[in-house]
């Protein structure tokens, strides 16, 4: 299986930071690397996929980069509302697997 | 607007059965493999089972292989998952998820319903 590991766990920040997360694969994954968001109580949503491409819908401050085995979740002026959780999770190969996830909080 | 609405959660004992299933609208379903996706109580996110879009092909995490099988009806656009043997560490909240595209490297998961509760305990 392939294990991802993102880091940090945890990070604090404030409104208008860059926030960038790292998310590191056991094994080469090519480009399949997909990330999502959770708020608390609510449903996970993509932001990006296939490593680099913005879902539809999704704010532009938002960017994804990588291949191969080490992937960067970067938001480029933090806004109040992406206060929450983030998970990669590559789709390369069976089983699917995700990320430990990082929560981002409030400084 | 595409739709997923999970039912069948509940509390069952250890051992014990549960169906789940989730109606899917907004979309033609036949087009599409799905997934179900568990989260337990303050952890992480896990995949559990995916079909494709013909149901002809399934694919399951180790972790309930062997004791959960999904399935789908296309004229029904219902997806579900079997679940036997219940362990203690089955209790989470699953979530019916859309795929992007049909089963292959390039999907990702782009719809998640809003989650059923399932617990095990006695």
């Known amino acids: 299986d392939i294990q991802m590991t993102q880091s940090p766990s945890s990070l604090s920040a404030s409104v208008g930071d860059r926030v960038t997360i790292t998310c590191r694969a056991s094994?080469?994954?090519?480009?399949?690397l997909n990330w999502c968001q959770q708020k608390p109580g609510r449903a996970p949503k993509v932001l990006i996929y296939?490593?680099?491409s913005l879902q539809s819908g999704v704010p532009s401050r938002f960017s994804g980069s990588g291949s191969g085995t080490d992937f960067t979740l970067t938001i480029s002026s933090l806004q109040p509302e992406d206060f929450a959780t983030y998970y990669c999770?590559?789709?390369?190969?069976?089983?699917?697997?995700f990320g430990g996830g990082t929560k981002v909080e409030i400084k | 607007e595409v739709q997923l609405v999970e039912s069948g959660g509940g509390l069952v004992q250890p051992g014990g059965s549960l169906r789940l299933s989730c109606a899917a609208s907004g979309f033609t379903f036949t087009n599409y493999a799905m997934s179900w996706v568990r989260q337990a109580p303050g952890k992480g996110l896990e995949w559990v089972s995916g079909?494709?879009?013909?149901?002809?092909?399934?694919f399951y995490a180790d972790s309930v292989k062997g004791r959960f099988t999904i399935s789908r009806d296309n004229s029904k656009n219902t997806l579900y998952l079997q679940m036997n043997s219940l362990r203690t560490e089955d209790t989470a909240v699953y979530y019916c998820?859309?795929?992007?595209?049909?089963?292959?490297?390039?999907?990702?998961?782009?719809?998640w319903g809003q989650g059923t509760l399932v617990t095990v305990s006695s």
């Open positions: 079909i494709s879009d013909s149901g002809g092909s399934t």
């Open positions: 296939a490593a680099s």
């Open positions: 094994q080469s994954i090519s480009s399949y």
């Open positions: 999770q590559q789709s390369y190969s069976n089983p699917l697997t």
């Open positions: 998820v859309k795929a992007s595209d049909k089963w292959n490297y390039e999907n990702y998961f782009d719809y």
